[in-house]
C-alpha cells in the first residue's frame, strides 16, 4: 500500500507547481579565521528531501550551510556558513514559497564579534562568550502570510515531547523528530529514525536509509499541506 | 633538476624500513552531544604526505581527526576525534618512530568537562570555559629519544616568522608554514602553498597541489633527516 502510494506521488503531479524551501546542514559559527563551533549535522537528511521533493514536482530552493555533499538536479541552491547568513537568505525569498522545512541544524549562539573576542593563546584558561543567533524557524512560521511550516528536532532524549512542545511554541504544522545517538563518532550516518508529529498525531517512521525516509516524509507532508489548504478554502 | 629527484626518490630506497607518523585533519572538542569547537582542517594536506612517505618506502601510521577522506593504500591508520584522544595514540606508539610529522589542526582549547559546562539556552548569553590542550608536537620533540620532528604552523599573519618562532620554542627540525587565506568558506581547497623552514633556512614551495606539495615535502623531509643522521653518527 506504501509502495503504490509511493509510485502514486512520485508520477503524480501533486506538488507541481508548489514551492518548496528547505534549509540543510551544520551552520559554522566563526570564532576566528580558523575555528569555528559546529554540529555534526552531515546536510544528508536536507539534500535527500530537497531530491523527494523535487522528484515529486516542486519548485525547490535548498539554502545550504557547509557540507561536502552534491547539489541534487532540478534544485536552486544558495550557499550560506553562519546562522545569520542563513536567516537572511530565507528571509530574502520566505514572501513566495509554499512550504519550508527547516532542516539545517542552526547554532542557538555565535560568538560576539571576532574583534571583541580577546583569545589569549597562553593562558591556561580561556572563555568564549556567546551570544543568541536569530531563530529562523520561528521568524518563517511568526510571517503574517507564513507558509507551510515543518521543523526538525534532534534531541538525545525525550524526543517526542520535546519536538511536540516546540511544535506548539514555534507554531509549527509539522515537526520531525530525529533519535540521535549520544556516540561523538556519529559522523554523517547514512540510516535515520524519525517521528513526525502534528498538533494530533505521532507517526513512527522506523529506521532507513534517508532517500527512502525523505520520500516517505515528502508525502506525508504533501498530504498535510491539501489538508491544511483544503479546510482553509 | 626536481623532476629527476623525484624519479629517484620514489623508485630509491631512501625511506625503506623507515617509520614515520603523522598527524592529520582537525580535532573535534566536544561541547555537548551534538555541538562542538573545530576548524577548517580536511585533512587532505596529512593523508597527501602519508600517501607520499609511503610511495617512498617508508612504513606509516597516520593518527586521524574526523575528515571524509578514504585513508590512503599500505598505511596503518588510528581514528581519534579529540586533541586529547590523539595525544593518547600518539604516545603510545611514538617510541618505535623515526620521523613524526604533526600536520593536524589540534585545538588549543577544549571546553571544560560537559557535566560542569552549564548551557542556559534560553539565556540571551552564554559563556563556554575552556582549557589548554595538550601540546602533541612539543611533547614528542621533548622526549628523551625524540623523533625527527616536523610541524606545520596555519597562520593568517607574519607567516614565516611566527613559524620560525614555533621551530625554536618547541625544538623542532623543521617546520612547514602554510599560509591560509582569510575566507571563511576556505573548507578544504585542493592547493596550497608551503614555506619549509629549518634553523638555517626557508624554502618557498610555490602553490600547487597538495599531492604535488607532499610529494616535494617528503623528499626535503627525508634529506633533513639524513643529514642530521650523518652528523650525529
Known amino acids: 500500500e506504501i509502495a503504490q502510494r509511493v509510485a502514486e506521488l512520485f508520477t503524480s503531479t501533486a506538488l507541481t507547481g508548489r514551492r518548496i524551501m528547505l534549509t540543510a546542514g551544520p551552520t559554522w559559527e566563526a570564532i576566528d579565521p580558523v575555528r569555528g563551533i559546529t554540529n555534526h549535522s552531515s546536510g544528508m537528511m536536507g539534500y535527500a528531501l530537497a531530491q523527494a521533493a523535487a522528484e515529486a514536482g516542486a519548485q525547490v530552493t535548498l539554502i545550504s550551510g557547509p557540507t561536502s555533499l552534491t547539489k541534487p538536479e532540478r534544485v536552486t541552491s544558495v550557499d550560506v556558513v553562519s546562522a545569520c547568513d542563513m536567516h537572511n537568505a530565507v528571509m530574502e525569498r520566505i514572501a513566495e514559497q509554499d512550504i519550508f522545512i527547516g532542516v539545517a541544524a542552526v547554532a542557538d549562539y555565535r560568538p560576539v564579534d ?10 591556561d584558561e580561556m572563555t568564549i562568550t556567546m551570544v543568541k543567533n536569530p531563530d529562523i524557524l520561528a521568524d518563517v512560521a511568526n510571517l503574517e502570510h507564513a507558509p507551510f511550516c515543518v521543523g526538525f528536532a534532534a534531541e538525545t532524549h525525550d524526543v517526542v515531547d520535546y519536538a511536540r512542545g516546540k511544535l506548539e511554541r514555534k507554531k509549527l504544522d509539522l515537526i520531525a523528530a ?41 508525502i506525508e507532508i504533501a498530504d498535510s499541506y491539501q489538508k491544511k489548504n483544503e479546510k482553509q478554502t
Open 114 to 123: 571576532s574583534a571583541d573576542q580577546k583569545i589569549k593563546k597562553n593562558a
Open 178 to 218: 530525529n533519535h540521535v545517538g549520544g556516540s561523538e563518532t556519529g559522523f554523517g550516518v547514512p540510516d535515520n529514525a524519525i517521528s513526525l508529529i502534528s498538533r494530533d498525531r505521532v507517526l513512527d517512521l522506523p529506521k532507513q536509509s534517508k532517500h527512502a525516509l525523505a520520500r516517505r516524509l515528502i
